[in-house]
């Protein structure tokens, strides 16, 4: 079974940097989408990144011009970097697949980003 595993979250001060990773069991990872989701306490999950199996990639406009997201075939990962870091960029942090792979495996525990002073 393909699984999807989050790393690299944790506590930064505003106007930090932080990187997240996503690596994927399993073979075929180049041929999917790849998707970076959030869910801040209280709000619901939103979409907050997404690139194509071609790397094309696209952005919510709360996280444009600070986050990039890109992916690594040759070792399974699609990756988060996060600049310029705020408190409301504060959430737990998914990855996914597209087509979702999430919808059979659920979205388990993801990675905690806490942006604070």
């Known amino acids: 079974q393909v699984q999807l595993v989050e790393s690299g979250g944790g506590l930064v001060q505003p106007g930090g940097s932080l990187r997240l990773s996503c690596t994927a069991s399993g073979s075929m990872f180049s041929i999917y989408g790849m998707e970076w989701y959030r869910q801040a306490p209280g709000k619901q999950r939103e979409l907050v990144a997404s690139i194509a199996s071609g790397g094309s990639t696209n952005y919510a406009d709360s996280v444009k011009g600070r986050f990039t997201i890109s992916r690594e075939n040759a070792k399974n990962t699609v990756y988060l970097q996060m600049n310029s870091l705020k408190p409301e960029d504060t959430a737990v942090y998914y990855c996914?697949?597209?087509?979702?792979?999430?919808?059979?495996?659920?979205w388990g525990q993801g990675t905690q980003v806490t942006v604070s002073s």
């Open positions: 996914d697949r597209f087509p979702s792979l999430r919808i059979f495996t659920g």
